[in-house]
């Protein structure tokens, strides 16, 4: 089921699940400045799989950059938690998800809940820009600059709304986030799975050694997208994140439910 949370903004996604999956839940997030529609195949595929998935729009998203500058990363967070807190006491295991800044609010979920396992495309705690540092008194000088954009990007084109403004206050915001999820990594003790495109022109490499840094290593699996950029779930390698994380679920929720009844 789809559902559009105002006028022309980009569908949220809920599936109830069915089949011998339906009583696996993923609770999915989106990245910033993006929706739904970058995740959109992957929770297709997974709904299409039998589990049950839900895909919230976080708020400031699917619209355009002046409601984003309205936002905090607490609404993002608050609303991606209620959502899997939803799809959570709907389900036997209910996992959480993410691309991009959507893989800092799924970890940083997964610290504060016995998720069975959490999965990650290219997921962000860091920054290219150096001068990010800064961002606190920066924001003050410049309202808005301009987006990230890989130089090449091979994903395809979604229509998120108009961001083509950064505001630098939504930034400061996302900086929050990362630090607040990067603090979170050594209490995140579930599985999980991580994709990593081999060129990511949004997120720096730093992120990855963040979380192998602090994550259980036995625990932590990462898998290379070798011909994908950021938004890897709309580019060539989507099928193998689609499939992965499909055997990562179905695995992982058996091992929860053989844990719980032994």
Known sequence: MTERNQPGAPLAFHHPGHGENASTGVAI???FTGSPLSILPWAEYLA?????VSVPLLPGHGTNWRDLATTTWQD??????SSYLDLEAKTDACFVAGLSMGGAVALRAASRHPVPGVVLVNPG????????RYIGALKYVMRTTTPIEEEAPTAAVTEDGDYSKTPLASVHELKK???QATRALPHVKAPALVF????DGVIPPSSLKAITKHMDREQLKVVPLPRSGH???LDVDA???????????RQHAKDRVASETS
């Open 29 to 31: 997030c989106h990245g």
């Open 48 to 52: 299409r799989q039998g589990f049950a």
């Open 76 to 81: 993002w967070y608050r609303t991606f938690e």
């Open 125 to 132: 705690l860091s920054f290219y820009d150096r001068r990010v």
């Open 177 to 179: 986030l990362f630090g």
């Open 196 to 199: 990593k495109s081999a060129v």
């Open 231 to 233: 938004v890897a779930t």
């Open 239 to 249: 099928p193998t994140i689609f499939e992965e994380s499909a055997r990562f679920l």
